[in-house]
T-cell receptor, first 117, second 117 residues
Framework: ETGVTQTPRHLVMGMTNKKSLKCEQHLGHNAMYWYKQSAKKPLELMFVYSLEERVENNSVPSRFSPECPNSSHLFLHLHTLQPEDSALYLC????????????????FGPGTRLTVL | AQKVTQAQTEISVVEKEDVTLDCVYETRDTTYYLFWYKQPPSGELVFLIRRNSFDEQNEISGRYSWNFQKSTSSFNFTITASQVVDSAVYFCALSEEGAGNNRKLIWGLGTSLAVNP
């Protein structure tokens, strides 16, 4: 596997289900991100992990719960979602150089298309 | 506040035409980065270019070229002799200082490019 992979690619779930999205990066990066992409809206940053610590959480509802067990893996646990949570969920990774304010390029996975019924 | 504007929502061209995608940004940072990404129908965001605010040289990569004009806060993207495979949504993004020296990206809404045979 190369780059950033995401599973599943498509997910349909009811509002009472619990499911998890998985992301894995094979680039040796130290930062990982979850984004939500909805039609007609800018890409929304949900969570950022740097060196396995959450450094940013953009007021995301608690029904979304991230987990970063190591620098290569990122999960997004979903429970009691709403239909408006239907979207494309994208994972990305980058190599951040802390202390220098330098950003490196974010590389994205193919996304999980989530539909909440 | 920092903002990225992609005024063209949709563009349709015929194959072999040249096409320019506009990106205008607003920032108070003196050091910032600008990016272009391509999102084909498969969903994955593909990195195209990163430019830092101190480098105003134009860049050419094959049929792609980028024109960075700091004076007008623009970072436009031109595809020469467009091909059907160029059909995608193109996003411009600006980095800004986030938490813990980790920068985050501010995204435009994207321009949907359709190249017709």
């Amino acid at each position: 596997e190369t780059g950033v992979t995401q599973t599943p690619r498509h997910l349909v779930m009811g509002m009472t289900n619990k499911k998890s999205l998985k992301c894995e990066q094979h680039l040796g990066h130290n930062a990982m991100y979850w984004y939500k992409q909805s039609a007609k809206k800018p890409l929304e940053l949900m969570f950022v992990y740097s060196l396995e610590e959450r450094v940013e959480n953009n007021s995301v509802p608690s029904r979304f719960s991230p987990e970063c067990p190591n620098s290569s893996h990122l999960f997004l646990h979903l429970h009691t979602l709403q239909p408006e949570d239907s979207a494309l969920y994208l994972c990305a990774s980058s190599q951040e150089i802390s202390g220098f304010g330098v950003t490196d390029t974010q590389y994205f996975g193919p996304g999980t298309r989530l539909t909440v019924l | 506040a920092q903002k990225v504007t992609q005024a063209q929502t949709e563009i349709s061209v015929v194959e072999k035409e040249d096409v320019t995608l506009d990106c205008v940004y607003e920032t108070r940072d003196t050091t910032y980065y600008l990016f272009w990404y391509k999102q084909p129908p498969s969903g994955e965001l593909v990195f195209l270019i990163r430019r830092n605010s101190f480098d105003e040289q134009n860049e050419i990569s094959g049929r792609y070229s980028w024109n960075f004009q700091k004076s007008t806060s623009s970072f436009n993207f031109t595809i020469t002799a467009s091909q059907v495979v160029d059909s995608a949504v193109y996003f411009c993004a600006l980095s800004e200082e986030g938490a813990g020296n980790n920068r985050k990206l501010i995204w435009g809404l994207g321009t949907s490019l359709a190249v017709n045979p």
